[in-house]
């Protein structure tokens, strides 16, 4: 890349999509694969991918779950007892029509979700209550076949995910499991992410097909969009109904299950680089970036040698620290295009390393976004930048916040809802009868929708009249645009 | 299960495929799906596979391996790119022809293995000799649409595995990488899964299509047949030209890359747990093991809580040593059935503890899978258990060990090959001349072919004469039965 090229050309707040985009490409997270709807994730975007699934994963495991690997492929058959469940079903997949030379006897759906091939297999291994709570994960990718424009991460035929699958013997277990799966997504955003989210239920007619509740953390994008960054649903006994996962009770008699599932997408990789990255590139809190310090030695040919043996030094000693760190010695580029390039790749803190800092036993500790610098004693060095990571992570959570907090709206009319939405964006609270209609009307007009409405139902609206219809109110719903 | 359950009922050593698959569902590893030639791999089967990737993915990222995510399908004009490279090149895949209610007007190949979708970014990303090396690696599972009876790890439709492919700079250079992840593949099965294993060559003729060098770590089974357990392939400049991976070098030329690939698949879960495992279930080394200390309390009413107080302090300190343990208190089942259960499920170190070990500051250690039963004290413990898995680990790879050392015969006439493998089964070493041919003309006889050739082609074969045909001999092949 040439040094005019290390820029982002797109603007973040005139051009939110384009602007996306251009981060993704030029910060090597991901490509455009040849079939449209489909990308590459390259080296830096897995990285990232990695790291929330290391964080994610310890906490399923900690908490009772364990990993499990089902077929990518479901037979229709399978797919179709869901219709059982969900009236109206009619999957959009990929199908698997031949293997070899030879067309299949029945087609075979790619996975778009596992509900269906997992729950017979639980219903298998369910036979008493002290089989119960059975807790299953797995990490795949899986394929809907929508046909919208591409966007890396947001939207993308087959995308990286996980599932989790659960089956208890109690309404409250399952209840308890679908909040603490939610929780544990709420905890990735606040506390690894940098993303405060709001967390909610769905309206009724957007929850997942076949479930009682669904729950999602919701995040506000840098342009005012929500982003549904993971669900957890309770599933009640429906798909235990349907797929027969019963079991024998303390008292010998037969029971039906609880059931619940859970999942987040590589969406959360979208909205970590929508919400902190900026007009140079990409950025990331120090929690999730492949590398955490990039050193620049600036050096003339006299100073060469002592400037690079300090910068060896401290790269070490930093290794040693498990903090992972990239030594930038590289002969062909100029100080400056350095800095550019890995401001571009979003490495969250810099060292600049200079005669003076080898004299004076210093380093110079420069923060991204904000170029924040500050002068720091060699000396515990591997300690002192914990400190700096901290601060950074706080920058970054601290903006998020703000924009969250600012935009976060009231109304009391479609007028006021339209109107707030379109001139400001973000959320809009509004007093709602549960209506799906009321939703349409607005939808009709501006293209925002109900996000969620608040997890405790005893959430009193403002008004007990529908913003919309006028009828009695029964809960609050936020309308936003979306992702 | 009940008591009579819990015991294999076939005989390792007269059915070892029946064996095989009792083990594989008895002990929890993988459960048949209901399409043929697919499984479900099981919560214990699948953390073996995590215990493997996680030894694999460090050394990996240790020596410049970068992971990333191609997609899942390849669009058959991709796919054909290949013909360029391997003469009547027909792939046995998995079609998807329809996304949607839509006929696709390109069909797409669920990959087989990715080169075809790699290679082309790599030509994208490569374009100077600073880009090189190149390293990518992914974690995936992969569908071959083979005719074969389901044999879970062994032979499955689709299966789990790692690819990495590379590019580089010089012959030596793809070389290096070629012998490298070869040492990889071969440090984790003598280290890890406690298998020694043979390093060699495939013949011409059963090299990876388009390779120049195919290269393997064959592991011996207990029925004396091999099992191909990884394979790292040198593909000399043919897939470079044919997706135009070329890079300008040092001296502003433009230069054709080299390029490798290597690849382990859940094979190796096939050969750990074909290995060890015997009559009375799963048996695996410490080093890989889902839990490596089962503890069963043996109390009376009256010393039940002396007991279980003893024994829950040793399950915390082994915890807080970082060893997986799990405390076995169930009320409902004797000490019997847990100790035949956790025979079953592969634990490979049991402690019991009862009155007299309370009493004697003791714990009664048994090994799996010998039975070997030793006392200590209960100071220290957490490290004294280490010293038991490495005894434990010895003792598996020494056995191991003898049935290799045991099973590689040599012979110089096809009579003696076919004898010596139709009798004992096993390697048998013999001069050969190169062709094809000499393979077939026992492979008709015995099902019986060339394994591997040493690596080293100055390894002289004992007898210039080819041990089939009695035409120059120019090395030494090893015939095998194999999986």
């Known amino acids: ?74 037979p229709e058959s399978f797919l ?13 997949v990929a199908w698997v029509t031949q293997g070899g030379h030879e067309e299949l006897e029945e087609r075979l759906a790619v996975r778009p979700t596992s509900e269906s091939i997992i729950a017979p297999f639980m219903a298998d291994w369910v036979r008493s209550h002290r089989d119960l709570p059975l807790r299953l994960n797995q990490w795949c990718s899986v394929v809907r076949w929508e046909a919208t424009e591409t966007k890396p991460f947001f939207r993308t035929k087959e995308f990286l995910w996980q599932e989790g699958h659960t089956a208890h013997a109690s309404e409250d277990g399952a209840w308890d499991e679908t909040m603490l799966r939610l929780d544990q997504y709420e905890r990735l955003f606040e506390d690894v992410l940098a993303i405060p989210v ?70 959360a990789l979208g909205a970590l680089i929508m919400t902190h990255s900026d007009e140079q590139g990409l950025v990331v809190p120090p929690t999730v970036a492949p590398t955490q310090v990039a050193i620049v030695p600036i050096w003339q040919e006299d100073t060469k040698d002592e400037v690079l043996e ?57 923060h991204r976004p904000d170029g924040e610098s500050i002068v720091e004693d060699r000396e515990e060095i591997a300690e002192t930048v914990e400190d700096h990571f901290d601060d950074v992570y706080d920058k970054l959570y601290e903006a998020a916040e703000e924009n969250l907090e600012e935009n976060v709206r009231e109304a009391d009319s479609a007028e006021e ?31 925002a929708e109900i996000v969620m409405c608040p997890l405790d139902r005893d959430v009193e609206p403002e008004s007990d009249e529908c913003a919309i219809c006028g009828d009695e109110a029964h809960e609050v719903a936020y309308f936003a645009k979306s992702y």
């Not at 239920?201 to 509740?213: I, L, N, S, V, Y």
């Not at 109107?419 to 501006?446: F, L």
């Open 1 to 74: 890349m040439s040094e005019q090229e290390l820029g982002i050309t797109e603007s973040k707040e005139y051009a939110t999509g384009d602007w996306y985009a251009e981060v993704v490409q030029k910060a090597g997270l991901a490509d455009y694969a040849p079939m449209g709807g489909f990308i590459v994730t390259k080296p830096r975007g897995y990285a990232l991918w990695e790291a929330l699934q290391d964080n994610l994963d310890g906490w399923f495991k900690d908490t009772g779950v364990d990993n499990a690997y089902f077929p990518m492929f479901i």
């Open 80 to 92: 179709e007892r869901e219709k059982d469940i969900v009236e109206g079903f009619d999957p959009e």
């Open 198 to 267: 709001m967390r909610g239920r769905k309206p009724p007619h957007d929850k997942f097909p076949g479930a009682h509740t669904t729950t999602t953390v919701e995040a506000l994008m840098p342009d005012g969009k929500s982003v549904q960054s993971a669900t957890s649903h309770y599933l009640g006994t429906s798909f235990a109904e349907a797929f027969d996962i019963t079991y024998t009770d303390e008292d010998e008699d037969e029971a039906v299950a609880h059931t619940t599932s859970w999942g987040l997408s590589w969406r």
């Open 310 to 366: 300090y910068a060896e030094g401290i790269a070490e000693e930093l290794e040693d620290a498990g903090i992972s760190v990239d030594l930038d010695d590289r002969d062909e580029r100029n100080p400056g295009f350095k800095f550019n390039e890995h401001e571009l790749n979003g490495v969250p803190v810099r060292f600049e390393i200079g005669p003076n800092e080898v004299e004076d036993e210093e380093i110079t500790v420069v």
């Open 417 to 447: 809802i339209l109107g707030t939405i379109g001139q400001h964006r973000g959320y809009v609270k509004a007093p709602w009868c549960g209506d799906e209609a009321c939703e349409t009307a607005i939808k009709e007009k501006i293209a």
